[in-house]
């Protein structure tokens, strides 16, 4: 097998205090793959500035203009971390033959990128990074994270267990990729249906080395919620059966009060009405609320919106020179 390109995929969003410290562990590790023959020395690191409002972006110019395997582009406004990778890969899918996604803060752990290229070597197209501990995460973050992977997978959207967006994928399952149209994206759900040979490594997660976390609980919440709805309509069948049920609840009721009414005198019954009332109109809410997410959904994907724009890259020629 020939020597593969590798192209780093790392976001990057308002990392100004983290850019600095890990950009040259990451370049370390390029260098130090191309020595052991495992990567080819075209090989990039590529940074996807994701709208930061700090110095990030200039950070990632100076960079590039310091060494030849840094690269960036740049988005035009901040799209989330979903998009930022997205776009990293769909910008480097016909330059390389892997990619490796990983975050910049430097928690996730860069020595198991030879794991993975030794995966790749072997066969496999798409490498898992697997954290095997979360010890470094608070009790809150490692309870809701778990909790989130099993609730997606019971609602029937397959996930790798305990596995975030660190993974090597190959250009070519990357080109298949690239027909998976949707503007809702899920990349931990979509890239398993991609299908092909896969495999995991495992790897311990650290703390991030500077700054604070961009996933506070209403961001995580709004990805499970956009995980669930778009690799799955369990939902919307979870309604339907509750429905079911609730309405040969109600017709016994009815049974019920019709007995009532020819056996006994009928007491003014306001409180169980009340209570029924209630209930069947809270259900009612929910199932409208869920129903009205994926209608939401499909008005969203019927617009066929770009998924990312890139507005800047370090590699455009009037670029390198504006910087120098
Ligand atoms: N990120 C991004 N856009 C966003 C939020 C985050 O590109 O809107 C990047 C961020 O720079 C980092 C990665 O996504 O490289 C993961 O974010 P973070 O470390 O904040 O999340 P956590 O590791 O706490 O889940
Ligand atoms: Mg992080």
């Known amino acids: 097998m020939e020597i593969p390109i590798l192209y780093l995929i790392i976001p990057c969003y308002n990392e100004e205090d983290v850019l600095p410290i890990t950009a040259p562990l990451f370049l370390n590790k390029i260098n130090e793959l191309i020595e052991q023959n495992k990567i080819h020395s075209e090989s990039k690191i590529m940074f996807i500035n994701d709208g930061s409002k700090d110095k990030t972006w200039q950070i990632i110019c100076d960079l590039a203009s310091q060494n030849e395997h840094y690269i960036g582009i740049c988005q035009s406004r901040n799209r989330g971390h979903q998009n930022a990778v997205l776009a990293g890969l769909m910008e480097s899918k016909d330059f390389c033959d892997i990619t490796i996604s990983i975050d910049c803060d430097g928690q996730d752990d860069i020595n198991a990128m030879n794991r993975m290229i030794d995966e790749y070597l072997s066969g496999a197209e798409i490498v898992y990074g697997v954290r095997s501990k979360r010890e470094t995460d608070t009790f809150f973050k490692r309870a809701t994270a778990e909790g989130f992977y099993k609730l997606l997978n019971w609602m029937g959207a397959e996930v790798v267990f305990n596995h975030a967006d660190y993974r090597l994928i190959s250009s070519k399952v990357l080109q298949e990729f690239s027909n998976f149209k949707e503007v809702n994206i899920f990349l931990r759900g979509m890239i398993p249906l991609v299908g092909f040979k896969s495999t995991s490594v495992y790897y311990e997660r650290h703390e991030r080395i500077a700054g604070e976390s961009h996933y ?55 409180a169980s009405t009340l209570i029924i009332v209630c209930f069947i109109g809270g259900i009612q809410l929910i199932s409208l609320g869920v129903i009205g997410e994926y209608v939401g959904k499909i008005y969203m994907e019927t617009k066929q919106r770009p998924r ?12 390198k020179n504006s910087i120098k």
């Open 216 to 270: 506070p609980l209403s961001k995580m919440l709004s990805l499970a919620f956009d995980g669930i709805t778009s690799l799955s309509i369990k939902p919307i069948r979870i309604i339907t059966i509750t429905g079911i049920f609730i309405s040969l609840f109600s017709f016994a009721m009815i049974i019920y009060a019709f007995i009532s009414y020819f056996h006994s005198s009928v007491t003014p019954g306001w």
């Open 308 to 319: 990312y724009i890139i507005s800047d890259r370090t590699t455009d020629e009037c670029h």
